[in-house]
């Protein structure tokens, strides 16, 4: 870490829910989301709901927030196929009810649209995929987690499924011309952001050349998106800023 740590911070503790079947991947977002959020990889605890589809959520209790990761397979529309996509939904209710931090980015945030009564839709084609630009809504001027970020700001986006209109009970953070990008649950300590403020460009270049089978048509597809894109540095200090503003002041 280039700064040191307040004492109280290398206190936390992070439940990521990961929705990972590849080891490289699964190592990769762990480090990530360590990283961007100024804490070790020993501060979290992993629930990877393919190995553990069915659990009880009230073991998020055990810590101080819960971090929801992208997948690489996996459809918030397909639970026959994914049994564990209505127990992820059930937790992210939970943590509501319970007041438990979290921070959900891509298939959480689409977990959680689905979980609030939204509907997500998905995109044979045309989907958003690269580093793109994010525009913040007014409501995001004051919000602990986007203030002071640039209005618009680049992030990573690679998705093939969107939301499109806001759950009931949330207030819009951010959002692009295909879908909206971050929401708020009213009154409550619960972010989400379809894009990855985990990922960098470096990141988006290694994930994106394992899975280009899936997300790319041909290697000159690939090439092209991966020369337009650029580093996020305003989107990654949005996970320092959850622990900072949101996870620290609860300790306060």
């Given amino acids: 870490m280039s700064r040191a740590m307040p004492r109280c911070r290398d206190r936390l503790r992070i439940l990521l829910l990961q929705i990972r079947d590849e080891a490289q991947t699964r190592r990769e977002e762990l480090d990530s989301f360590a990283r961007f959020s100024g804490l070790h990889p020993e501060q979290f605890g992993i629930l990877n709901l393919f190995d553990t589809p069915a659990f009880d959520p009230s073991r998020v209790l055990d810590f101080d927030a819960l971090y929801v990761g992208g997948s690489s397979e996996a459809s918030v529309l397909?639970?026959?196929?994914?049994?564990?996509?209505?127990?992820?939904?059930?937790?992210?209710?939970?943590?509501i009810a319970r007041g438990v931090p979290v921070f959900a980015s891509c298939f959480g945030h689409q977990l959680a649209v689905m979980a609030l009564g939204g509907r997500i839709l998905r995109d044979a084609r045309d989907f958003e995929m690269g580093t793109l630009p994010i525009t913040l809504t007014e409501a995001a001027?004051?919000?602990?987690?986007?203030?002071?970020?640039?209005?618009?700001?680049m992030a990573?986006?690679?998705?093939?499924?969107?939301?499109?209109?806001l759950p009931p009970g949330c207030e819009l953070l951010a959002w692009s011309p295909a879908c909206i990008h971050s929401f708020r649950v009213t009154g409550a300590p619960f972010w989400t952001t379809q894009f990855h403020p985990e990922v960098d460009k470096q990141v988006l270049i290694d994930r994106l050349t394992l899975f280009r089978a899936k997300y790319t048509d041909g290697d000159g597809h690939l090439q092209r998106v991966l020369e337009r894109a650029v580093e996020t540095p305003d989107s990654n200090n949005l996970l320092r800023?959850?622990?900072?503003?949101?996870?620290?002041?609860r300790r306060a």
């Fill in 78 to 95: 397909e639970p026959e196929r994914y049994p564990f996509v209505g127990p992820a939904q059930a937790l992210l209710r939970f943590c």
């Fill in 141 to 153: 001027q004051q919000d602990p987690v986007y203030r002071g970020t640039p209005d618009p700001f």
């Fill in 156 to 165: 990573v986006s690679v998705h093939r499924e969107r939301a499109t209109e």
């Fill in 241 to 249: 800023n959850f622990v900072d503003r949101v996870l620290l002041e």
